[in-house]
Every structure is written in C-alpha cells, then in structure tokens.
C-alpha cells in the first residue's frame, strides 16, 4: 500500500514527488518506458529531447533538457522518494474511499491512497527513420518551437512546420521572430486553424504555406563537427504526386 503514487516523470511529476517526499507521503513515481510510438517516448517526457533550456530560472547559462530532468529527479530522491521504470497500464479508481488499484506494465497489482497523473504530452511524429535519427540527436529536429526556437542553430535560418491547425499556427508563428523564413506544409488546400490564428502568421513577412505537401524524408549532412544536420525536407504533392526538395535547418 502506497501514500501516493505519481504517474510520469517530466517536471510536474518530479516538483509533485518533492513536495509529497518533503511532507513524508513516502512518494512512489512511475517514470515509465522508453518506447517509439512512432516517436521517442521517454521517461523524462519531452525535454528528454530538447537539447537547450534557456527559458527556465536558475540556469542563466542554459542546461540541457536530459541534465534538467536528471537534477529533478535527484532531488525527488535525495528526500526519500521511490523510483520505479514501469508503465502503469491500467487504473480502477475508487469513489467510496477505499484504496485505488494500479497495475503495472510488469504485471504487478498495487494500491495507492492517492494518484497524481502527470503524463504530460507527446509528440506527433511523422514516424520517418531519418526525422527519429535527427530528434535524438540535436540535429534539427524538434517537437516544441518555444522550446528550441531560439537556439543559435535556428536563428536566420529557413525552418519548416508541419500541420494545419491551431497548434501549427501559433508555433510557426512564434518562429517567424527568429527564422529568416518560415514554411507551413499542410496536406491539404485550407488550414483547420482558426481564422485568427491563420491571419496572424500569414501577416508576417517571412510566413509562407506549402499547400498540398507532405515530407516523406529529412535530408541531412555532416556539419563541421562532424555531427549530422538537417539541410531539407524532401516533398511530395497529395495532388500530382511530384517530389520536391525544399532548403531547411529546422524542422
């Protein structure tokens, strides 16, 4: 029997388990396991992908998302909190009081007094070879424009977002203050965004949408370092089916 079970181990769940460790409610975290579903999905959540933070206090200097999460959960540790590498698969929650029943990807059955669920939120991937290689690497490819958007590598740069609804628009419009230019390809010949949110990045200078395209590659090569870069995105029309190749550093 559990005070308090914490599912997810991204920020939320680690500031959850420090608090709950330091009013010694004895906190049990479910970081879960690593998977592609088409993307990484990793214990840590998705600043396990993001190569600086810039944007978070007390670290004036940047740290990256990896050694953030490690610091979070050393802490959760240092005051007593239990770390366990397993999904939890299944949740009958009780109503009258009594105990809530957990079961694990491992096959075990555990009950909990409380459940704080902080499974935050993932990516949709296109699901490429080439995209997975270059989101794991730093290496162009990101799934948080406010994240990463800032980053030296990005700065004046051509960058692609892929979508045609609200989410699409705000991040490609949040983008447009550092790229030189920003492309939105969209599958099909209209944008689900909201007409607000279309007119505010078609209003920028450096905004441009790709109507029926999808990316089915991500080109790279190898920078000075000899560390593999993004340089493009590889296209094909839903309509003609003709391929094209357009110049990016960012996707």
Request: proline share 5%.
């Amino acid at each position: 029997m559990h005070k308090v079970v914490i599912i997810g181990s991204g920020p939320s769940g680690w500031t959850a388990a420090i608090y709950a460790a330091r009013a010694n409610l004895s906190p049990v975290v479910y970081v879960g396991v690593a998977k592609q579903d088409p993307g990484p999905i990793l214990p840590g959540g998705q600043l396990m992908l993001t190569t600086d933070v810039e944007n978070y206090p007390g670290f004036p200097e940047g740290v990256a998302g990896p050694e953030m999460m490690m610091k979070f959960e050393q802490q959760a540790r240092r005051f007593g909190t239990e770390v366990v590498g397993e999904d939890i698969v299944r949740c009958e929650f009780s109503s009258d009081g009594s105990p809530h029943t957990l079961h694990t990807s491992g096959g075990n059955e555990i009950q909990a007094n409380a459940v704080i669920i902080s499974t935050g939120a993932t990516a949709n991937w296109l699901g490429l070879e080439s995209e997975m290689k270059l989101a794991t690497s730093g290496g162009g490819v990101s799934a948080c424009a406010v994240c990463d958007g800032a980053l030296p590598i990005f700065r004046d740069q051509p960058l692609v977002v892929i979508g045609g609804g609200d989410t699409a628009m705000e991040e490609a419009t949040y983008l447009t203050t550092f790229a030189s230019k920003v492309y939105v390809i969209h599958r099909r010949d209209t944008l689900r965004a909201s007409k607000v949110m279309q007119e505010r990045f078609l209003s920028k200078p450096n905004a441009e949408v790709l109507w029926n395209k999808t990316v089915i590659d991500c080109l790279s090569a190898p920078d000075a370092m000899g560390n593999e870069k993004l340089t493009g995105v590889k296209l094909k029309d839903t309509v003609t089916g003709e391929e094209s190749v357009l110049e990016a550093k960012g996707m």
